[in-house]
């Protein structure tokens, strides 16, 4: 059973960094895609960033420049380094990974989800 483990999640203030992990493991193959979601209070849940098992990465507008997002094969663990936070990057912040064959930032190419960690931004 695949499960996702995060961490990293905390309190800040605007300007402020943050470093999130996902720890994976019950995987019988390594997924083609993961990537990190958010949710904030009221607001559906939007995809931040991606990354394929070659190392191709995507992003959203709003955290282009910002955020990136990595891997460690060895460990895995899939990482989001967070800077320059502002309030509006306040929400619950998802790992996710897909078994399927296309790397994107829609929440329906994504089959297996964290639990998620809070990050919690004040201005």
């Known amino acids: 059973q695949v499960q996702l483990v995060e961490s990293g999640g905390g309190s800040v203030q605007a300007g402020g960094s943050l470093r999130l992990s996902c720890t994976a493991s019950?995987?019988?193959?390594?997924?083609?895609?993961m990537g990190w979601f958010r949710q904030a209070p009221g607001k559906g849940r939007e995809g931040v960033a991606r990354?394929?098992?070659?190392?191709?990465?995507g992003y959203a507008d709003s955290a282009k420049g910002r955020f990136t997002i990595s891997q460690d094969n060895a460990k895995n663990t899939l990482y989001l380094q967070m800077n320059s936070l502002k309030p509006e990057d306040t929400a619950m912040y998802y790992c996710?990974?897909?078994?399927?064959?296309?790397?994107?930032?829609?929440?329906?190419?994504?089959?297996?989800w964290g639990q998620g960690t809070q990050v919690t931004v004040s201005s």
């Open positions: 990354i394929t098992n070659l190392g191709t990465r």
């Open positions: 996710a990974a897909s078994s399927g064959q296309i790397c994107g930032l829609n929440n329906n190419l994504f089959n297996y």
């Open positions: 019950g995987y019988t193959e390594s997924p083609y895609c």
